[in-house]
């Protein structure tokens, strides 16, 4: 069984700096792309930003938001600065992994960190 935690979520006032980690474990032979999304009250959850053949970012964090993995940790970062308080929001990693005796790659999600900006 395949298991993604996240940690580093908390409160920060505008203008701060976080840092969220996501470590996956358990049956995994290959992961392709691993990514980060949120979701705020009330919205979709969205894409952040991700890390596979290329990376990508959502236009509303290009030059703050910078996706990083250590691949021989099957752990993704994402570290967050110049944060807004529209940044608020439920922060959630995936990973696009194959795991044993499978012969398909299948999207995994954390659990979810509350990110919190005040103003």
């Known amino acids: 069984q395949v298991q993604l935690v996240e940690s580093g979520g908390g409160l920060v006032q505008t203008g701060g700096s976080l840092r969220l980690s996501c470590a996956a474990s358990?049956?995994?032979?290959?992961?392709?792309?691993m990514g980060w999304y949120r979701q705020a009250p009330g919205k979709q959850r969205e894409l952040v930003a991700v890390?596979?053949?290329?990376?990508n970012y959502a236009d509303s964090v290009k030059g703050r938001f910078t996706i990083s993995r250590d691949n021989a940790k099957n752990t993704v970062y994402l570290q967050m600065n110049s944060l807004k308080p529209e940044d608020t929001a439920v922060y959630y990693c995936?990973?696009?992994?194959?795991?044993?005796?499978?012969?398909?790659?299948?999207?995994?999600w954390g659990q979810g960190t509350q990110v919190t900006v005040s103003s």
């Open positions: 890390s596979g053949g290329s990376t």
């Open positions: 995936s990973a696009d992994l194959l795991e044993y005796k499978s012969t398909y790659y299948v999207r995994r």
């Open positions: 358990g049956s995994i032979v290959s992961i392709n792309a």
